[in-house]
């Protein structure tokens, strides 16, 4: 008896300890369940140019429900974040200042685990290490994504750098990079100096409070040498830029043949000298052959071809001036982002998203407006002062044209559009073309004329052309309207009409026109 009540004693107990033992595996196995879930970034830098809207990919793998959760993108201190998820919303106010109304977490797609951020309008300084941090009552962890803002710099300058001890070198300067491009020095047959045996060449970079970098490399100058390339590449997107400069071999140390090239000159000097007298003494005679008057007549058709060539440009001026029409922006349109003055002349970026209503014409992503009123036929000119903005873009957009969406804004959709950013000017065809201008105009002036179905761009304050679309593709009595864009928020963009006095000058041709016509 003792034995079995001793034996169902230890029965319990063992039964005590399996029951205990079973839970605490149970609870293993659950927690080995949920350690399944990872966070995952991207194992490839993602690359994105100044001014674009970039995707930085997060995903919650096995894929579990992240609405409940907290969800905070940072970068370099978790303290900082660049966006916060919280309490089932954003949390704007608790963002680092630079980021703030630039970054969208995708809300929908939250219960499938997608983290996703979307980063609007990078700047160099955006460069870097983002972490993708996920968080609820019994798990966390976070993945990584490499962000490269790239951007596109200027041709490079050869510059020559004399030292006293006969050993010049040549440097190679290139500005406004990022990241940091690729230098090639090259010779006249077109091989990489850098393979070749005793190259000695170095670098230097400056980076700005901007984030873009200035480079610099230097190169001993070589006696068996006298054309060096100078090529600069960049390391994002392939495009190479190319300067070249041609030494003469005189100017090596050790040669000495200046007698010779004193005395070619002075051999050329004398001949020119002779030259020149005969010719005067023949043109002497012709002279007193010549009658006064006729001299007199040949100088006023000359001094009269002169006036005209000089007033070709004006006349081009005035004939498009007379085209002039007063426009206003229409706020139904624009991006919610902008702030647009009561006499709608002029548009300005802000920094907060305002409550408009969603309509059909406006722009939801682009930054962009178009003016109140369309054209349908004829000929109109506008002028537009851009102010201090380093990003902006102008042109005409068909009515029909879609406005949703980040979409590209090209001639295929029903854009005609000129682009400018950072120093650059384009024309946003099919492939972008660059244009090379000596100054990036601020003022800009519109010439559209419907039925030759063409657009023309000018910089206004020196008369000057810059591109012309044409051949554009739209509906026969289909409305074109002027289109204003901004990613830049440092000044106004003005809409204003040509000058009384210039509107005073072109009335009379403007009537001759109308006369002709009636």
């Not at 962890?141 to 004399?162: N, R, S």
């Not at 029903?414 to 073309?433: D, Q, S």
Request: net charge neutral; with cysteine.
């Amino acid at each position: 008896m003792q034995w079995s009540l001793h034996f169902r004693k230890m029965s319990r107990m063992t039964m005590v300890w399996l029951f205990f033992l079973l839970i605490i595996c149970s609870q293993t196995v659950v927690f080995a369940q949920k350690g399944k879930r990872k966070i995952f970034g991207s194992s490839q830098p993602i690359h994105s140019f100044l001014g674009e809207d970039v995707l930085l990919p997060c995903q919650i793998y096995e894929a579990a429900s992240a609405v409940n959760m907290e969800v905070r993108w940072y970068k370099e201190r978790f303290n900082r974040p660049v966006h916060l998820y919280q309490f089932h919303r954003d949390w704007p106010e608790r963002q680092a200042r630079e980021y703030r109304g630039r970054t969208e977490l995708f809300s929908k797609e939250l219960q499938h685990g997608n983290l996703s951020l979307r980063l609007e309008n990078v700047q160099i300084l955006d460069s870097g290490i983002y972490s993708c941090f996920a968080e609820d009552k019994s798990w966390y962890d976070e993945g990584k994504i490499e962000l490269i803002v790239g951007a596109l710099g200027t041709q490079p300058t050869i510059f020559w750098i004399p030292l006293k001890n006969d050993s010049d070198i040549l440097g190679c300067r290139s500005t406004m990079w990022h990241p940091k491009p690729e230098f090639v020095w090259r010779d006249q047959d077109g091989r990489n100096m850098q393979y070749l045996r005793n190259f000695t060449g170095k670098e230097e970079e400056e980076e700005d409070r901007d984030g873009f970098l200035t480079v610099n490399t230097y190169i001993a100058i070589k006696k068996e040498f006298n054309v060096y390339s100078c090529l600069v590449r960049g390391r994002i997107q392939s495009q190479d830029w190319e300067s070249k400069m041609h030494i003469s071999k005189e100017f090596y140390p050790g040669v000495s043949y200046w007698l010779l090239v004193v005395l070619s000159v002075l051999v050329l000097f004398l001949a020119a000298v002779l030259y020149i007298t005969l010719e005067w003494i023949k043109m002497k005679k012709q002279e007193k052959k010549c009658d006064n008057r006729a001299n007199f007549y040949l100088a006023c058709h000359l001094s009269k071809e002169l006036d005209e060539v000089r007033s070709v440009r004006k006349s081009e001026w005035k004939w498009i001036s007379k085209f002039a029409v007063d426009i206003i922006l229409d706020p139904d349109t624009a991006h919610p982002k902008f702030i647009i003055s009561e006499d709608c002349k002029r548009m300005r970026r802000g920094e907060e998203w305002r409550e408009v209503p969603d309509n059909r014409e406006r722009f939801n992503e682009r930054r962009c407006a178009v003016a109140s009123e369309g054209f349908i036929s004829g000929q109109c000119y506008w002028q537009v002062d851009m102010g201090e903005n380093r990003g902006w873009a102008l042109g005409v957009i068909k009515a029909s044209a879609e406005r949703k969406g980040n979409l590209k804004m090209t001639p295929a959709l029903g854009y005609w559009v000129l682009w400018h950013e950072n120093n650059l000017v384009k024309a946003l065809t099919e492939e972008r073309t660059e244009l090379f201008v000596t100054k990036v105009p601020k003022i800009v002036g519109v010439y559209l004329d419907y039925e030759e179905r063409q657009v023309s761009f000018y910089n206004a304050a020196i008369r000057s052309h810059i591109y012309t679309y044409v051949g554009m593709d739209f509906d026969t009595e289909e409305k074109l309207f002027p289109l204003f864009y901004l990613w830049d928020w440092r000044s106004d963009l003005t809409i204003f009409t040509v000058s009384s006095e210039l509107q005073a000058e072109v009335a009379p041709i403007r009537e001759a026109i109308q006369t002709d016509q009636s």
